[in-house]
């Protein structure tokens, strides 16, 4: 078995360990191959172990990957910065955006979706622990940006996402990652998704209702940003 597919397997396992541990129904916990600088190899690895849904923060090294990967029945999720001269390729080549934090991108999204590929799944990305240089829209802002996106043709606003400033301690992460979920429930909407959870916060999240968990150096191993393949810092 390969490293990948051991991952994938020991994953599984964290995840039903922890939906167990909190009567959640491991079924209705989505699990995001997170992929970016990872090549199309070991891409093509994980789909032989099962996975489907994988997330790309950097457009061209996503849009370079799904050409030597078009073979395969995978579903592209979006989940980086975005600019607004990106947002045509996004909404053409990926199925769901987790990183949507302001009107403008989102706008720009719904007018540029082609009418073939049905509505594009949106998550707003909230700014949940405050932080400065983090992206995402601030709490207070999160309503009326919420309405305004659900009003969007081409779009189907599913829920919100959240990266948390990074904590070891257990408590500090389901404080934070269940206030992005008393959002949620606050906005009055109807939402059937909360992406949070990473490879170091994976057991908070599922017991704090996520459902897209967005994992990376859990199933590839350690990034490796020196790779002249990808390209951070342009997303
Ligand atoms: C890189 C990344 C992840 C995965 O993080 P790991 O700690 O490697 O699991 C999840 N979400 C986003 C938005 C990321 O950029």
Request: glycine content about 6%; aromatic content about 4%; charged content about 20%.
């Amino acid at each position: 078995m390969s490293t990948i597919a051991k991952n994938i397997a020991k994953v599984g396992a964290r995840i039903r360990e922890a939906a167990q541990a909190s009567n959640r129904d491991p079924s209705a916990i989505g699990l995001l191959a997170v992929s970016k600088t990872q090549s199309a190899d070991a891409i093509r690895v994980a789909f032989a172990a099962g996975q489907r849904d994988f997330g790309e923060n950097y457009l061209q090294e996503a849009l370079d990957k799904q050409q030597q990967l078009s073979d395969l029945p995978l579903t592209w999720h979006f989940i980086g910065p975005i600019q607004s001269n990106k947002t045509r390729a996004i909404a053409e080549h990926f199925s769901w955006v987790h990183s949507v934090d302001r009107l403008k991108i989102a706008q720009r999204l719904s007018e540029q979706r082609p009418d073939h590929l049905g509505p594009l799944n949106i998550c707003l990305q909230v700014n949940i622990s405050g932080e400065d240089s983090k992206s995402g829209c601030a709490p207070q802002e999160l309503s009326a940006l919420a309405l305004a996106v659900s009003a969007l043709p081409r779009l189907r606003l599913r829920g919100l996402m959240a990266i948390p400033q990074a904590s070891d301690d257990p408590a500090c992460q389901r404080a934070v990652l269940a206030s992005l979920r008393e959002l949620q429930q606050n906005l009055g909407l109807d939402l059937d998704t909360l992406s949070m959870g990473m490879s170091a916060d994976l057991e908070a999240a599922v017991t704090e209702g996520s459902t897209w968990l967005r994992i990376g150096t859990a199933i590839f191993g350690a990034r490796d940003y020196a790779s002249p393949d990808t390209e951070q810092g342009t997303p």
